[in-house]
């Protein structure tokens, strides 16, 4: 199931018992899973996906430091590996834990990339910096900055 940005929450019961659900598709955005019982039965439930998937791997790629990129990219994998292994629930007051997974998988994604994010903007500022007292202001500015931005999406 592919579903779009403009997707806010996920309820209770969502997928209830939906045995054949394998692989979502869910944008990045916190809180949008909002019930521990989303995919109470769904067994099947391995993997999941980003609808925002290229523009944040455009935003890893872009990053300033290796070690970034790649925990980011450990990160992202995360829960490909979590799902096989997370209990799914029963008929009793076992609702499982993917949701719980995918909610905390989520959470982490964001605060990761927001935090790298702000770390490569005062990387980027304080080379700036160096940068204007060794050139003029519109080299730099025009020819030397934009090649070390971020794609401009707000996670």
């Not at 899973?33 to 890893?60: P, S, Y």
């Not at 790649?70 to 029963?90: C, F, H, K, R, W």
């Not at 998988?105 to 990339?113: G, T």
């Amino acid at each position: 199931i592919k579903f779009g940005k403009e997707l806010e929450s996920i309820g209770r019961g969502t997928f209830y018992r939906c045995k054949s659900l394998e692989r979502i598709t869910l944008p990045l955005k916190d809180g949008i899973i909002t019930a521990d019982n989303t995919f109470q039965w769904c067994k099947k439930l391995v993997h999941v996906d980003l609808v925002e998937g290229e523009v944040l791997r455009d935003t890893i790629d872009a990053l300033i430091l290796d070690e970034w990129r790649n925990d980011m990219n450990v990160e992202i994998g995360a829960i490909n590996q979590i799902l096989p292994i997370t209990s799914a629930g029963d008929d009793t007051d076992d609702v499982g834990g993917k949701a719980q997974a995918v909610q905390s998988w989520i959470s982490s994604v964001l605060h990761k990339i927001i935090q790298y994010k702000a770390q490569h903007r005062r990387y980027l500022n304080e080379a700036a910096t160096t940068l204007q007292l060794d050139l003029p202001n519109d080299i730099v500015n025009k020819k030397i900055l934009p090649f070390l931005e971020l794609p401009s999406y707000t996670f």
